[in-house]
C-alpha cells in the first residue's frame, strides 16, 4: 500500500516556475514532476537558465511565480509557502546540495570528519564516537582513506575535495540532491571514477538527483530523464537516449552534433 | 578640577537610558545579544568599554564597586577602571567580594558566591560564539534566530579530533535556558557551573561589538559538550602555595630559570582572606606576597611597595 503511494505521489512538483531578474529572463514558466528513484538532467549552455533553476528549486533564490511541492514526511507542501526555518531544516535533512566548487560547500578550516559531521550534529547527533564512526564509514564509500579524516580539505586534491562534499551532503541519507555541475573543473579520469561513484550510490540509496550540467556524457551516464533549456525555457525534454539519440528541437540537434568525438 | 564637568559615572543620562534598555531587553530574553549605540569611552577598546559603559548605567553612588582582571584587583586594567569610576562617580570602592555591589570583571568569576544584591559585569571583547566557524554576520544572526546550533558542536568535534579531548579552556561555549548559545566571555570554563543559577545579576558588555547580554538571576546554563565526551572544568592539580585552597582556580607562576614554579590563587581577594584566616599553603610562611607575585606576572616588578 505504501509503496503504491510513493509511486503514484511524485517527490517534486514544479509547476509554472518564473524568475526574472529585472527585464531578463532568468527561467520562464519551468514545470516538471520528478519521481522517487528518479535522476534528472538539466542541460543548456552557459546562460540558459539552468543553475537560476536549480537555485530556486533548493531555496536559494526566490522566484518569481510557480509553485515547488515537496513531498514531505508529512505529505506534500509548496516549498516556496513555507517559512524559513522549516525550509532550512528540509535542506539540512532531506535535500542536498552538491555545488560545482568543492570550495563552495565545504568548510575549508575544518577536518574532513568535521566537514562530514556537521549535517549530524545539525540534526541533533550529540554522541562524538557515532560521529566519527558514520564519518569515517562515508569517507570509505566515497574512496578517501580513513587515515585522512583528520586532514583539511585544502590539503586535498581537487577530486577528493568533490567526493568529501557528496560523502558530506549525503551523510545524514537525503532523498532529494541538488547537483550544480559536479564533475566541472576536474580532469577526465577524475570525472570517470566520481560519476562511477555517484551512480553507485544514486542507485544504492535510492536518491532522487537534479543534475545541471553542459556535459553531456555526464547526463548520459546518471540521468534517467532529460531537459534541454535554452535562453531560460524548457525546449525539450523526455528520455535521456531518446532525447540525446533523436533530437527534436534544432537547438538540441546543435548541442548533440557539438559533442567532440574522440 | 574638572572631574565636575562630568555627569556622574561619566555617560550622560540620556546615554544611560539607552544602555539600560538594551540590558532590559537583554535581561528579558537571556542570552541574546543586544545591539546599542556602543560610546567612544576614554580608554582603548580591549580595556573593557564594553564592561565600563554597562556599569556606569547601573552605578548608584550608593554603590560599593569592585574591579577585577583575571581574578586580581591590582592589575592595570582593574586599577585603571576602579580609578575612573572613584573620579567620574566617586562611589566607594572596595577588594573584598562581599562588600561590593556592583563588580567589574575581567576573564574572571570571584571564587567567593555572589549575592541577589550583587551585580557582575563582564568584559566581552567577541560576543558571538559562533564567528570563528561563520564569518558572516548575517548568517550567525540567523542561525541563532532559527536555533541552528550544529556548527557549534563542529567547534568541539575539531576539539576531540586533534587533541583526544574538549580542548578549549575559556570562552566554552554554553546554552542558556535551553535556547540561546552565548560566549561567557573568556573566563576559563572552571568558572562555567557558577554561570548557572546564579543569585546574582550577571551583564555582559563588549563595547568595540556593540552588543549587550544578561544572565537573570537563577538562570539556567549549560556548557556544550558531546554524551561521550562530558564538559569538564579544569583547573591546575595543585593546592595554591600561599594559602593552600585546593578549590580555587590557579594561576602558574614561572619563580627561576631552573624550572621553579609556584601555583597562587588568580582571585587575590580570596587568597589573602583565607591567609588572613591562617591559612597557610607550601610556600606562604616566605616573603612573597600576592600583590608582588601579581605585579611580577604582569611583568611590572618591584613596585614602590617592594620590600627587598
Not at chain 2, 135 to 157: A, N
Not at chain 2, 256 to 273: E, H, I, K, P, W
Not at chain 2, 284 to 303: R, V
Request: aromatic share 6%.
Amino acid at each position: 500500500m505504501s509503496r503504491m503511494e510513493t509511486l503514484t505521489t511524485p517527490l517534486l512538483q514544479v509547476e509554472h516556475l518564473t524568475k526574472r531578474y529585472g527585464t531578463r529572463i532568468g527561467c520562464a514558466d519551468v514545470s516538471f514532476d520528478l519521481w522517487p528513484g528518479e535522476v534528472l538532467g538539466i542541460v543548456g549552455e552557459s546562460g540558459s537558465g539552468k543553475s537560476t533553476l536549480l537555485s530556486c528549486l533548493a531555496g536559494h533564490l526566490t522566484p518569481d511565480a510557480g509553485r515547488v511541492i515537496f513531498d514531505t514526511r508529512d505529505g506534500p507542501r509548496d516549498v516556496l509557502a513555507m517559512g524559513e526555518p522549516e525550509r532550512r531544516r528540509l535542506s539540512r535533512s532531506d535535500w542536498a546540495f552538491v555545488h560545482q566548487n568543492p570550495r563552495d560547500g565545504l568548510r575549508m578550516g575544518v577536518t574532513a570528519g568535521g566537514n562530514v559531521g556537521e549535517r549530524l550534529m545539525a540534526v541533533g547527533a550529540r554522541h562524538y564516537g557515532d560521529i566519527r564512526a558514520k564519518a569515517t564509514d562515508w569517507l570509505g564509500r566515497v574512496e578517501i582513506a580513513a587515515e585522512r579524516i583528520d586532514d583539511r580539505p585544502s590539503a586535498f586534491s581537487g577530486g577528493m575535495q568533490q567526493r568529501l562534499q557528496i560523502a558530506r551532503n549525503l551523510v545524514t541519507g537525503p532523498r532529494l540532491v541538488f547537483m550544480d555541475e559536479p564533475t566541472g573543473g576536474l580532469d577526465v579520469s577524475v570525472q570517470a571514477r566520481l560519476l562511477d561513484l555517484l551512480r553507485g550510490l544514486v542507485r544504492e540509496m535510492g536518491l532522487s538527483a537534479i543534475i545541471v550540467t553542459h556535459d553531456l556524457a555526464v547526463v548520459r551516464l546518471l540521468a534517467d530523464r532529460l531537459m534541454v533549456m535554452k535562453g531560460g525555457h524548457v525546449v525539450e525534454s523526455g528520455l535521456t537516449d531518446q532525447v540525446l539519440d533523436d533530437p527534436q528541437h534544432a537547438y538540441t540537434q546543435l548541442l548533440v552534433s557539438s559533442v567532440l568525438q574522440v | 578640577m574638572t572631574d565636575h564637568a562630568y555627569n556622574f559615572a561619566y555617560l550622560d543620562e540620556q546615554t544611560k537610558r539607552m544602555i539600560r534598555r538594551a540590558i532590559l531587553k537583554g535581561v528579558a530574553v537571556p542570552g541574546y545579544q543586544v545591539p546599542f549605540a556602543s560610546r567612544e569611552m576614554p580608554m582603548p577598546y580591549g580595556w573593557g568599554t564594553g564592561g565600563v559603559q554597562v556599569t556606569a548605567a547601573c552605578l548608584t553612588p550608593e554603590d560599593v564597586l569592585k574591579v577585577i582582571d583575571q581574578g586580581a584587583d591590582d592589575t592595570t586594567n582593574a586599577v585603571s577602571i576602579r580609578k575612573f569610576f572613584q573620579r567620574t562617580a566617586g562611589v566607594a570602592v572596595t577588594d573584598a567580594t562581599a562588600a561590593a555591589t556592583m563588580i567589574q570583571t575581567r576573564h574572571r568569576i570571584p571564587e567567593q558566591a555572589l549575592t541577589e544584591d550583587q551585580i557582575l559585569v563582564y568584559q566581552v571583547p567577541i560576543p558571538e560564539p559562533l564567528r570563528f566557524l561563520e564569518p558572516r554576520e548575517t548568517e550567525t544572526r540567523k542561525m541563532h534566530s532559527l536555533e541552528e546550533y550544529g556548527l557549534m558542536h563542529v567547534k568541539l568535534y575539531e576539539d576531540i579530533a586533534r587533541h583526544g579531548s574538549i580542548a578549549t579552556a575559556y570562552a566554552y561555549p554554553v546554552k542558556v535556558e535551553g535556547r540561546y548559545v552565548m560566549d561567557p566571555s573568556p573566563i576559563p570554563k572552571f568558572d562555567n557551573p557558577k554561570l548557572s543559577d546564579s543569585p546574582a545579576l550577571q551583564l555582559f558588555g563588549a563595547g568595540r561589538e556593540q552588543r549587550i547580554y544578561a544572565l537573570p538571576p537563577y538562570t539556567q546554563v549549560v556548557s556544550l559538550d558531546f554524551d561521550d565526551h562530558p564538559f569538564t572544568a579544569s583547573k591546575a592539580p595543585h593546592d595554591c602555595d600561599l594559602c593552600g585552597a585546593s578549590e580555587s582556580y590557579l594561576d602558574e607562576v614561572i619563580m627561576d630559570d631552573a624550572g621553579g614554579r609556584m601555583f597562587v590563587c588568580s582571585d587575590t581577594d580570596f587568597c589573602a582572606s583565607r591567609r588572613a584566616e591562617g591559612h597557610v599553603g607550601r610556600l606562604g610562611e616566605d616573603q612573597f606576597s600576592s600583590k608582588k607575585i601579581a605585579n611580577s606576572f604582569e611583568g611590572i616588578c618591584g613596585g614602590a611597595e617592594g620590600t627587598q
